[in-house]
């Protein structure tokens, strides 16, 4: 498969002031099209910077992304985005809510109307187009929020810790269907999340971050068989990997901070 | 069912006991008349006067409301330049900053030399008290946007003009009607104060010709009035804000509590 995303050498400093932070350091990876790509990491260690800059909505101080072989240096128009948050209009029905990017594109509305309700169907929402937000349980907001991210068919989709706020069964349930969906509607997905068990269960590859600064530490393929089922959390497969995981994350975390690089 | 004519006949009842504990308190201290006068008087003064007290309620309320629309219109106005003008932001907000500093009921005698007498200068007043809350919860509605909205919008190519009308006035709403709830309020008693500087007509008036033969009972009617007319603009604005952002928290929780 082609590489879709190529992210080489990305170096981000914030600088606020008198204080530097050093938030990713020499970051390269490469991720293929249509492919499931999550990315863990320890809390500050730049996971979100990371996707802000594949995005093209921050620049980095240097290093390149490249997304279809372009080099990305001013926002990428074919992702879709979530948050951690829903992040949805108060004052717009579920509907309203998930056709806001096509109207932002000044895209054909009849059209992604459809498209919008079938996403509704697809995320099992149909009957709730007309409600408001607060009405809805925060699973049902993390729904619309995926359906507002696919209603204008992105190649790529951006997902920074979505079910991160959510209960365990629901996040469970939310997985899944993000899984048949990517299955079904051939996305490429880049997914953050601190939770390494949802990244193995997720995805083909997970990339593996240090503390700030954020360094990847191994892009690990993981190499259980689709569709994945939750019945697969209990494997010992499944349990060798989320132990790796967790070993790279702790013996880097021994490591003391001046070893990894000064901060200031 | 039975939980909401318990809150109708609660407050009735104890304003009822209220009413009867000030009859039994004057009788009993024979405080004089013109220091606290008993409940009946004031009923006698509110029916004598009647013609008289709605005369001047609709001078003070044209005034209230007057500089409250002025307040309103050029508020939002300022605010929505100010967000969008680094400019303005720099010069024209802290001289409105300093303005708001200064105790506005204290120009009202310069009022009077500059605009005069009449109407004209109690609004001025009733404008210059309303206009700060407006300005500040207006800036504050409009700036306040998730950032994740923006970058939502930077992705899909989204105009100025989308960003503004479909994230960042929507957005400004329930601060809006927050600011106009108070500004109203603050506009009546702005205007009030106006009118006892120098006025000929007004409740503002009414009190003050009331004080000057110590009629202490049309003195107590006219603040009740003036209690009254505040709340009903209150609740035209609770109304309109249940209409026209219904999801706004504030209403929702208002709505909860009943
Ligand atoms: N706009 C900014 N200005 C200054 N520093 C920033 C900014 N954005 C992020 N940082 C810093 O960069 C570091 C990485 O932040 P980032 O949000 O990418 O971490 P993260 O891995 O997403 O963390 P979490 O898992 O808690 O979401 C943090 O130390 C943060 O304080
Ligand atoms: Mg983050």
Redesign the pocket.
């Known amino acids: 498969m082609a590489s879709l995303i190529t992210v080489k050498d990305v170096l981000k400093v914030?600088r606020?002031g008198e204080k530097t932070?050093h938030?990713l350091d020499q970051i390269s990876f490469e991720v293929d099209e249509g492919s499931f790509v999550s990315i863990v990491?320890p809390?500050?260690?730049?996971?979100?910077?990371?996707l802000k800059i594949i995005s093209g909505l921050l620049a980095s101080n240097s290093g390149t992304i490249r997304v279809n072989n372009h080099q990305v240096d001013r926002p990428l128009e074919n992702v879709g985005m979530v948050f951690q948050s829903p992040v949805l209009l108060k004052w717009r029905s579920v509907l309203g809510n998930i056709m806001l990017p096509v109207e932002f594109a000044k895209l054909d509305r009849d059209r992604h109307l459809e498209t919008a309700r079938s996403l509704i169907q697809l995320v099992g929402l149909q009957g709730f187009e007309e409600m408001y937000p607060f009405e809805l349980s925060g699973g049902m907001q993390q729904r619309v929020s995926l359906c507002r991210s696919l209603v204008t068919d992105p190649q790529i989709l951006l997902m920074d810790?979505p079910f991160g706020a959510l209960d365990a069964m629901t996040r469970d349930e939310l997985d899944l269907e993000l899984l048949r969906i990517w299955e079904e509607r051939k996305k490429t997905v880049l997914f953050?999340t601190?939770n390494i068990q949802e990244a193995v269960f997720l995805s083909d590859y997970v990339v593996v971050m240090s503390a700030?600064p954020?360094r990847l530490l191994k892009k690990l393929r993981i190499d259980l068989v689709r569709p994945r089922t939750l019945e697969m959390l209990s494997s010992s497969q499944f349990g060798e990997y989320t132990l790796q995981i967790r070993g790279m994350l702790t013996s880097a975390s021994k490591i003391p901070d001046a070893a990894i690089g000064s901060t200031t | 069912m039975k939980s909401s004519v318990k809150n109708i006949a609660e407050p009735l009842v104890f304003f009822a006991v209220l009413l009867l504990l000030w009859e039994f308190l004057v009788r009993m201290t024979d405080v004089p008349d013109f220091i606290l006068p008993p409940p009946r008087d004031l009923y006698t003064a509110f029916t004598e006067n009647l013609y008289v007290i709605t005369i001047h309620s609709v001078v003070t309320f044209a005034e209230a409301v007057g500089g409250f629309a002025l307040s309103f219109i050029l508020g939002v106005g300022f605010a929505i330049s100010v967000v969008y003008s680094r400019h303005l932001q720099n010069t024209i907000y802290p001289l409105i900053v300093i303005l708001y500093a200064m105790p506005k009921s204290a120009l009202a005698p310069l009022m009077v030399i500059w605009i005069g007498y009449g109407m004209f200068s109690k609004m001025s007043i009733a404008f210059l008290v309303a206009f700060f809350p407006i300005v500040v919860n207006t800036v504050v509605g409009l700036k306040e946007v998730e950032p994740e909205l923006l970058d939502l919008a930077r992705i899909n190519r989204a105009s100025q003009f989308d960003i503004f009308t479909k994230i960042r006035l929507p957005n400004s709403l329930p601060y809006l009607f927050a600011g106009v709830k108070v500004a109203l309020i603050l506009s009546v008693t702005g205007a009030i104060v106006a009118e006892f500087v120098a006025a000929n007509q007004g409740l503002g008036y009414l009190i003050m010709q009331a004080l000057y033969s110590l009629d202490t009972a049309l003195t107590l009617v006219i603040l009740f009035i003036l209690a009254l007319l505040s709340l009903g603009l209150f609740m035209a604005v609770q109304v309109l804000q249940r209409k026209i952002a219904p999801w706004s928290s504030e209403v929702r929780q208002v709505e909860g509590s009943f």
């Open positions: 914030f606020s932070i938030a990491g809390s500050g260690c730049g996971k979100s910077t990371l810790e953050v601190h700030r954020g």
